[in-house]
Every structure is written in C-alpha cells, then in structure tokens.
C-alpha cells in the first residue's frame, strides 16, 4: 500500500529535550516536506527536500532542522524544543511529475 | 501575496443541503488550485483540484467554481452527507518555483452535516 508514515503518532516532552520526528514513504517520491498545522492558520510549511541531500526552508523552519540521506526517509528534528513548537506535525511526499501530495497521519506534538 | 484566505471557519448544513466554502488569493502566479480533506486524525488527502485555465471542475458531488478575474475559487459539495464531515483545505501552488511541491493552504474549515 502506498503510503506516508510518520513516528511517533503523540509525543509530551519537556522544553529543551532534543527529539526526532521519522517520516518514510514508499512510493519512490522526489519531493517531500514538513507542514505544521495550527487552529485558525491551516497548515504551513518548515522544510522541504526536492531530493536526496537536496533541502531547503520552508515559511517557518526557525528550531527545526532535518536531513535526507535516503531517498524514503525525511525526519524532523527539533535540537531544542519550546511550548511554541507545540502542534501538529504532517509530513508529504509526491513526485516531481505529478501535483498531488500525499500526506503522513500527523504527530501531535506537547511541549510543556 | 503569499496568503490564501478561507471562509467560512465552521459550516453546519442540513443533510441533502449544499456546502459551499470560499477561498481567495492575491499572487496571480498561483497555477494549481487543489482542495484537501482531512478527518480527525487523519493526514489531509487530495478531494479535487484545478488550473486556472478552467472555470469549474466536477467530481461526483464536489465542484470547483473558479474566478481567474477575481483571484476567487470555491468548493461546492451537492447533496451533503454525514459522512462529508471533515475540515476542508484550499490550497494554492506554483509549479515553475523553485519550490514546486510548496502548498499554501487556507485556514481551513470544518463542516458538520447534520442527519
């Protein structure tokens, strides 16, 4: 089955634990990103990677970083976590031929 | 100019009954035009999308109206269901950008179709 998956589905941590978001598709996709979805701002992009160690900003990437050593995966980190960052996370992928992004189930994420 | 704006936030609508939900933008560079569905707890997904080329695009009972002239697109949902309760996202992309997957979405809305 075609899909974006995404762990941890929830995480609570503390501000400053340092922690790491996986993302992986298997569809063989060029392109995938970072979105966080917040109430009353729909969902805006952190980071996007057009390819392997190929990534660049996004509207909103200040305390994320990520990386893309493989094709499939695409994790998200946050090196030092605020209750700002508190949201929920989507990750997408889609080909480079096609429009259609096709989007992870979310990590809700509580930093307290 | 980057902004797409959406309304209504919250939509209730009897079941049989039409859903309309309303986007705008400002960048005339904007040349796709997806809407997404989310439901709870779930990623969004792909309901229907067009190009400014065209000025309405059908699929089943979802409908694209578009107005190149007032930077204006809206979704339609004909004969709502229960199971159309979702939150709704329009979107808006450039494909030529350097940054080709990016979509700006709306603020979203969520829709509640009552039995």
């Known amino acids: 089955e075609a899909q974006v998956t995404q762990n941890p589905r929830y995480l609570i941590t503390v501000t400053g634990k340092k922690l790491t978001v996986t993302c992986s598709q298997n569809?063989?996709?060029?392109?995938m990103s970072w979105y966080r979805q917040d109430p009353g701002l729909g969902l805006r992009q952190i980071y996007y990677s057009m390819n392997v160690e190929v990534t660049d900003k996004g509207d909103v990437p200040e305390g994320y970083k990520v990386s893309r050593k493989e094709k499939r995966n695409f994790p998200l980190i946050l090196e030092s976590p605020s209750p700002n960052q508190t949201s929920l996370y989507f990750c997408a992928s889609s080909s480079m031929r096609k429009e259609t992004q096709y989007f992870g189930p979310g990590t809700r994420l509580l930093v307290l | 100019q980057q902004q797409v704006k959406q309304s209504p936030q919250s939509l209730i609508v009897q079941k049989g009954g039409i859903s309309i939900i309303n986007c705008a933008y400002e960048n005339t560079a904007f040349d796709y035009f997806p809407w997404y569905q989310q439901f709870p707890g779930k990623g969004p997904a792909l309901l229907i999308a067009?190009?400014?080329?065209?000025s309405e695009k059908k699929e089943g009972r979802f409908t694209i109206s578009f107005n190149k002239s007032a930077k204006q697109f809206s979704l339609h949902i004909m004969d709502s269901q229960p199971g159309d309760s979702a939150t709704y996202f329009c979107a808006a992309s450039i494909k030529g950008s350097s940054n080709t997957g990016k979509l700006i979405f709306g603020q979203g809305t969520t829709l509640q179709v009552k039995p």
């Open positions: 569809m063989n996709h060029e392109y």
């Open positions: 067009i190009r400014p080329d065209v």
